[in-house]
């Protein structure tokens, strides 16, 4: 949820057009301030936290509460004149906007759900309350599925084809056919698709943020929407959280803080099964330090030994957008071409890289798995000392114990 505080608060000095249209601006200024952007991000949050695992009308009813609160708090955070007259009514009603407001608060639906259907129903709601134009619900619904496909490991090319084939955007232009004609909008309709678009061609989450400035407009709410994309795919580095946070008032940043909390109370469980995986580790360590023979069978038996008392792998893994329990593992190509399956032996060193959703399974079967497939082999943990458990040696380690199970 940060990534769209960040993109607000940076991409607020050039909002109504007044940027140069280009990446290369100073990332932060006195004038890097939060907006209602911000201000509706936490709002929502806040309700939404309030009400986990309450029916819709439960949902609803704090939604408007703890908008029209946050809004009156921060009066001057600039609302459009529909939104303040909503912000102020006694029995609020929803006037059938489909302005980019629904899209910019939505961005902690797409964290706090476990599964794709969920996101969307949520995200509705948190657009229906004032923004319940079709049009309105389909960008808040947008944004949430991205982050909750970016989160839990789909690529790119997998975010887009769902946006397209559920939502009908069209992402076929690139930001440099976006920028030249663009101004500043503030429907779902003309920021959505764009905002999309920078976190596609973006590089990391600055790149993102720094494209998605770059095309002008209604910049705020823009980068707002792409920030909370990446940060589900790139993460924020902590020198980016940590300027943010000095911008926000204490009672932002303790919802921020209780949002996290959730978010990792909702993480799994340490897995038993993983504890042991240390010898491993250690025998790859040695041989990262002496390249013999001896060591390589260390490194072997290590995984041998693990097998005999049922360790796990964690594999990173692709879930299916239509089917959360259909799967296919990540894989990785080295320079040469070849394609390799993924394995961590730890969370600590799964949380090295990239974010993916993951599954714990037993290393036996998770080698034999290997050899069904055309894989090179594993690298097991990529991102940190790296080890090449190619085919031929995972069928050393099957001959060498006989036939277990």
């Not at 907006?35 to 439960?58: F, H, R, W």
């Not at 948190?126 to 049009?135: D, G, I, K, L, M």
Request: proline share 3%.
């Amino acid at each position: 949820m940060i990534g769209a505080l960040l993109g607000d608060m940076i991409g607020a000095p050039y909002e109504f057009d007044r940027g140069a249209k280009t990446k290369d601006f100073p990332l932060f200024s006195k004038h890097s301030e939060f907006t209602d952007d911000s201000v509706m991000t936490i709002a929502v949050a806040e309700a939404l936290l309030d009400t986990l695992g309450q029916p819709d009308k439960n949902i609803i009813s704090a939604l408007v509460a703890s908008m029209q609160k946050w809004g009156k708090k921060y009066p001057n955070a600039g609302y459009g004149g529909m939104f303040i007259r909503w912000l102020h009514e006694k029995n609020p009603k929803p006037y059938g906007s489909f302005g980019n407001g629904s899209a910019m608060r939505v961005s902690s639906v797409g964290w706090l759900f476990d599964d794709l259907e969920t996101t969307r129903h949520i995200a509705a709601l948190t657009a229906s309350v004032s923004h319940n134009h079709p049009e309105g619900i389909k960008g808040a619904e947008a944004v949430a599925s991205a982050i909750f496909l970016a989160r839990t490991g789909s690529s790119k090319e997998d975010i887009k084809a769902y946006i397209i084939n559920e939502f009908g955007y069209d992402l076929s232009r690139s930001c440099d056919e976006i920028r030249p004609g663009y101004h500043h909008v503030e429907t779902c309709q003309e920021s959505v698709p764009e905002a999309i678009t920078a976190f596609m061609e973006g590089q990391d989450f600055e790149d993102v943020i720094r494209t998605a400035v770059s095309l002008g407009g209604d910049c705020d709410t823009l980068t707002c929407i792409a920030g909370s994309i990446a940060e589900a795919f790139y993460g924020v580095t902590e020198d980016l959280a940590a300027e943010c946070r000095k911008r926000l008032p204490e009672d932002i940043n303790a919802v921020l803080d209780r949002f996290n909390e959730q978010r990792t109370a909702m993480q799994p469980h340490h897995d038993m099964f993983l504890n042991g995986n240390e010898l491993i580790e250690t025998a790859i360590a040695d041989y990262y330090a002496e390249d013999s023979k001896e060591k390589l069978v260390a490194v072997l038996d290590a995984i041998r030994q693990r097998m005999h008392e049922d360790g796990h792998f964690i594999i990173p893994v692709i879930v299916n957008a239509d089917d959360e329990n259909q799967f296919t593992f990540r894989t990785i190509q080295t320079n040469d071409g070849k394609e390799w399956l993924v394995v961590f032996t730890s969370h600590e060193e799964y949380e090295k890289g990239e974010n993916s959703a993951v599954i714990s399974h037993f290393i036996d079967s998770t080698l034999r798995f290997c050899l069904q497939t055309e894989a090179t082999g594993y690298i097991i943990n990529p991102w940190g000392q790296s080890f090449l458990l190619t085919g031929e040696l995972i069928q050393t380690i099957i001959d060498a114990d006989g036939d277990i199970e």
